[in-house]
Nanobody, 124 residues
Framework: QVQLVESGGGLVQAGGSLRLSCAAS????????MGWFRQAPGKEREFVGA????????HYVDSMKGRFTVSRDNAKNTVYLQMNSLKPEDTAVYYC?????????????????WGQGTQVTVSS
């Protein structure tokens, strides 16, 4: 089974950027549709964005369109989340997840494997 490890989180000022990486091992990431979720303190985990197996399609929550970009490099077995124009309300633990379903998957139950998460903190 595939293991996922996120990295790239940290503290950034509002308006800044971060790029999160999700490295896969024990499996080939091209076999999975991938997604990013986040969970802020006291809130439920929410969908951020997703990408198909080939990388040909992506989908985002409306509030993140134009600011966040999901991409993948199947040769490197890695998926990325580029976050620009960050806001304090983007502060959360960010998780990547792998799904054996095809297409774009919006719901956490559609994902089979999860990383441990990486903390993103945006200061005002």
């Amino acid at each position: 089974q595939v293991q996922l490890v996120e990295s790239g989180g940290g503290l950034v000022q509002a308006g800044g950027s971060l790029r999160l990486s999700c490295a896969a091992s024990g499996g080939t990431v091209s076999n999975y549709a991938m997604g990013w979720f986040r969970q802020a303190p006291g809130k439920e985990r929410e969908f951020v964005g997703a990408i198909t197996r080939s990388g040909g399609r992506t989908h985002y929550v409306d509030s993140m369109k134009g600011r966040f970009t999901v991409s993948r490099d199947n040769a490197k077995n890695t998926v990325y989340l580029q976050m620009n124009s960050l806001k304090p309300e983007d502060t959360a633990v960010y998780y990547c997840a792998a799904s054996t379903y095809y297409g774009i998957n919006l719901n956490s139950y559609q994902y089979n494997y999860w990383g441990q998460g990486t903390q993103v903190t945006v200061s005002s």
